[in-house]
C-alpha cells in the first residue's frame, strides 16, 4: 500500500492533517508526493510554496503538487473528442465541438476528470515515490469520482455485451449477403475499434478500481462536533457500499469547543488518531509536526507492511 487519502467535509483540515502526515512521513524517510484535487487549493499555502500542476520539491523527500481541475476538464474532453473522430469514421459530419463545449458543464465530468488526473498521478508519477497522499476534494465530489470506477464498470460492461451483439448481427448479414454494405464493415470483435476501446476503457477503470479499494488508506477528518460526526457517518455508508476501506478517522482542532460531542457507535469500531487545537495557529511548515501524526503514521504503515485488507 503506497496510497493515503483524506476525505471529510469542507473546513474540517483535511488539508493541514494530510500535509501533516505528509511531511512526518517525509522525515521519517520516505519518498513523499502529496497532491491536491480540491479545486479551492491552499495545499501551497500551508507548504510555504507556490505549486503547480507537476511535483515540486518541498524540502527533501517530500514533493508536492495541485492538480488544476479545469485543465483536467480540458483535457479529458479533448480526449474524448480525438477518440471518437479516429473511432467513428461518420464523426466528421458531425458538430462535435458544439456538443463538447456543452459536455463541459455536464454532470460526471468533473468527476472522469478528477479520475484520471489521479491515473496519471498513480500510472505515471507514483513509482518514483513510497507514498502518494491525496488532499481531496469536499466530501461530495470526492464520493462521487470515487463511485465511478464501479458505476462505470457496470454501464461499460453492458456496452461490450451490445457491440457483441451488433457484431454478431453483421456477421450473419454478411454470409446471407456478402455484397450487403454491411459486408465492408468490421465483422469481429478483436479487429472492432468500438470494442477495442470499450476494453480500453475497462482496464483503465479495474485499475483505479483496485487503487481505491485495494491499495490505499482512506483516512476521514473530522472536528469535535456532532455535524462532522453526522457526516462522517454518510461517509462510511458510502464507502461500505462501493467497497472501499474506511481506515481511520483523524479528529481535528479537539479542545477548540467545549460543547459536548461523541463519536457515534458505528464508530467505534474505526481506529481514531486526535490533533489538538493549536491556538496560536500554524504559520509556518515546521508547524505542522506539533501535530501528533505519529500514532497515525505507525497505523499506516502496520497497514502498509501487511497489506490495505
Excluded at 100 to 125: N, Q, R
Excluded at 188 to 197: A, E, L
Excluded at 264 to 290: C, N, T, V, W
Aim: net charge negative; with cysteine.
Amino acid at each position: 500500500m503506497r496510497n493515503a487519502f483524506f476525505l471529510g467535509k469542507g473546513g474540517v483540515g483535511k488539508t493541514t492533517s494530510s500535509a501533516a502526515f505528509a511531511l512526518a512521513e517525509a522525515r521519517a524517510g520516505k519518498r513523499v508526493l502529496i497532491a491536491s484535487l480540491d479545486p479551492a487549493h491552499n495545499l501551497g499555502d500551508v507548504l510555504g510554496k507556490r505549486l503547480k500542476d507537476k511535483p515540486l520539491r518541498v524540502e527533501e523527500n517530500l514533493d508536492a503538487l495541485e492538480i488544476r481541475l479545469s485543465a483536467w476538464v480540458d483535457r479529458y474532453l479533448k480526449d474524448s473528442r480525438d477518440e471518437m473522430k479516429e473511432t467513428y469514421s461518420y464523426a466528421g459530419a458531425l458538430n462535435l465541438d458544439s456538443f463538447f463545449d456543452i459536455m463541459k458543464y455536464s454532470p460526471g465530468t468533473e468527476e472522469y476528470a478528477v479520475l484520471w488526473a489521479i491515473e496519471h498521478i498513480h500510472c505515471e508519477l507514483s513509482p518514483d515515490y513510497d507514498l502518494v497522499v491525496y488532499d481531496t476534494p469536499p466530501t461530495a465530489l470526492s464520493l462521487r469520482f470515487l463511485a465511478m470506477p464501479a458505476i462505470s464498470n457496470m454501464w461499460i460492461t453492458e456496452l461490450a455485451k451490445l457491440r457483441e451483439r451488433i457484431l454478431q448481427r453483421r456477421q450473419i448479414v454478411t454470409k446471407i449477403n456478402p455484397e450487403s454494405p454491411v459486408a465492408s464493415s468490421c465483422v469481429d470483435k478483436d479487429d472492432d475499434k468500438v470494442y477495442g476501446r470499450l476494453g480500453s476503457i475497462k482496464r483503465r477503470l479495474a485499475l483505479l478500481q483496485k487503487l481505491f479499494s485495494e491499495e490505499s488508506f482512506v483516512a476521514v477528518v473530522i472536528n469535535p462536533d456532532s455535524l462532522s460526526v453526522s457526516e462522517a457517518l454518510r461517509i462510511k455508508e458510502e464507502l461500505e457500499r462501493i467497497d472501499i476501506p474506511f481506515s481511520a478517522i483523524c479528529v481535528n482542532k479537539r479542545g477548540l469547543s467545549k460543547a459536548p460531542w461523541q463519536l457515534d457507535a458505528e464508530l467505534a469500531e474505526i481506529p481514531a488518531f486526535y490533533f489538538d487545537f493549536k491556538p496560536e495557529g500554524l504559520s509556518e511548515r515546521d508547524d505542522l509536526m506539533r501535530l501528533d501524526t505519529q500514532d497515525l503514521v505507525a497505523a499506516f504503515d502496520a497497514a502498509a507492511s501487511e497489506g490495505i485488507r
